[in-house]
């Protein structure tokens, strides 16, 4: 759809002498953003002022300290988005405030910006926009800012959750509030095969999903429900990270290629004695192009033996090999955007979501079938294999922060997680953008639905205010 931007009477308040780029559109030297709905400008002049100066095209260029920007409307507008580009790490936190009639009102907070911070917010009137970089480390250079009203490109949105099949085990174990705002479900971890073309399930399984069929009719939903089949290995693959994964595709081959049609048969009777909708894999790594075509080939065959079959494959925005009749075969992609760190370590960050989103463009991969993943657990700085839940951190970090310190689960490092503000505005990016859905890993790691911190319901309100 075509772009459209307001045209604004901006000011710019700085500490120091200082100037201020300030365009709506444009991402030089970074990921596209893709084309989303705008509403009408509502005002056709625009003059700049910085430091009490007229200019005709400001800048605000390797500054090291606060600063504040406003943007002064002729009449007010409706917005619910602010895009602002920067280069430049030093900015550790920003500010955003709406002024009206009725005063002036915190509408936005975060943490740090790598290279674009997509602020969203609920649809709000306003006259004037006034954006605060509150805190500093060092220089930083905003490039870009852009005020908007973003419309949804996709009204048949997916929030996907991946449930570890033993934490759903007694109907305590269901979050209603949760549940009721889940369009699709992936159970996980009791489901596998071997390479002879062998399936295994847990009793477990069957009980999670009798759990779900409980809760389906309780809440009168209508779940899209995939059983996750992982690769049972019968040994230690031994060597670096990349032989193991040499090795391991070694004895999936055998499984979906050389046991293919046994193996198929298995999985496609288990899902239709469940009454399940599809099948999820997440075999990690498969490296060669040998290795997506085997892959790719199976999905084919399960799709050619039961054309109403729905097959998710999750991925990692590197290294994916399938063909274009392999990603035609494949009904979603989840895509892990998710154990990535971003130039200062920080876990999953807005940028490196953007960066791979940028990817599955390069690769010609449909948005509609992305479902953009959001993790529910923190990482370390350093990456070190240390996973943490949300739930038990998401009072330290409260609405507006991803990051945090102090001694838990064994470490004092800074722990980054997507916070309340992080996840609304991921969901947001996914709905302006054309992306066929969220995903989180894992259900279980969220604060209970009736607290205000709560991941799923930051996606609910996000898909809500669009």
Request: aromatic letters at 10%; glycine letters at 6%; proline letters at 4%.
């Amino acid at each position: 759809m075509k772009k459209r931007t307001y045209t604004l009477l901006f000011l710019l308040i700085i500490t120091a002498t200082a100037t201020a780029n300030l365009l709506s559109g444009g991402c030089a030297n970074q990921p596209d953003l893709p084309g989303s709905a705008v509403e009408s400008p509502q005002i056709n002049s625009i003059s700049w002022t910085v430091d009490g100066r007229e200019v005709s095209s400001p800048t605000l260029k390797n500054i090291n300290q606060p600063a504040t920007i406003v943007a002064a409307f002729d009449n007010p507008i409706t917005l619910n988005t602010a895009i602002i580009k920067v280069e430049g790490s030093g900015i550790e936190a920003v500010e955003i405030y709406a002024s009206s009639n009725n005063g002036e009102n915190l509408i936005y907070k975060q943490d740090y910006i790598e290279k674009i911070a997509y602020c969203t917010f609920p649809a709000l009137s306003a006259s004037n926009i006034i954006i605060k970089i509150t805190k500093v480390s060092g220089k930083y250079s905003i490039k870009d800012i852009a005020l908007k009203n973003q419309k949804p490109q996709n009204t048949a949105f997916r929030t996907t959750a991946y449930i570890v099949a033993d934490t759903l085990q007694q109907l305590d174990d269901a979050d209603e509030g949760h549940l009721a705002n889940i369009t699709d479900i992936i159970l996980f971890g009791m489901a596998t095969f071997n390479r002879n073309g062998d399936i295994r399930v847990d009793p477990l399984l069957d009980n999670s999903f009798n759990i779900i069929k409980k809760i389906q009719t309780k809440l009168n939903k209508n779940y899209t429900i995939y059983v996750n089949f992982l690769f049972e290995a019968d040994r230690h693959y031994e060597g670096d990270w990349n032989n193991r994964m040499k090795e391991l595709a070694k004895e999936v081959t055998m499984a979906k290629k050389d046991n293919k049609e046994k193996l198929a048969n298995n999985m496609i009777s288990y899902v239709k004695e469940k009454g399940c909708d599809g099948l999820a894999f997440d075999w990690e790594y498969p490296m060669s192009y040998k290795d997506f075509n085997v892959y790719g080939s199976f999905i084919q065959c399960l799709k050619e033996k039961q054309p109403d079959l729905k097959v998710a494959v999750a991925l990692a925005p590197w290294g994916i090999k399938f063909s274009r009749k392999h990603i035609e075969a494949i009904d979603v992609i989840e895509l892990m955007c998710y154990d990535l760190p971003d130039s200062r370590g920080h876990h999953s960050s807005f940028y490196t979501q953007c960066e791979a989103i940028e990817y599955m463009k390069k690769k010609k991969i449909p948005l509609s079938k992305v479902d953009l993943g959001i993790p529910f657990y923190a990482r370390p700085s350093d990456m070190a294999e240390l996973w943490t839940d949300y739930n038990a951190e998401s009072d330290k970090l409260g609405k507006y922060s991803d990051k945090a310190g102090g001694n838990f689960g064994g470490t004092d490092k800074d722990r980054f997680y997507n916070c309340y503000q992080t996840t609304y505005n991921k969901t947001g990016y996914s709905l302006d953008h054309g992306l066929g859905g969220v995903m989180v890993w894992h259900y279980s790691c969220d604060t209970p639905s009736d607290t205000s911190l709560s991941l799923f319901n930051a996606i609910a309100s996000a898909i809500k205010d669009r």
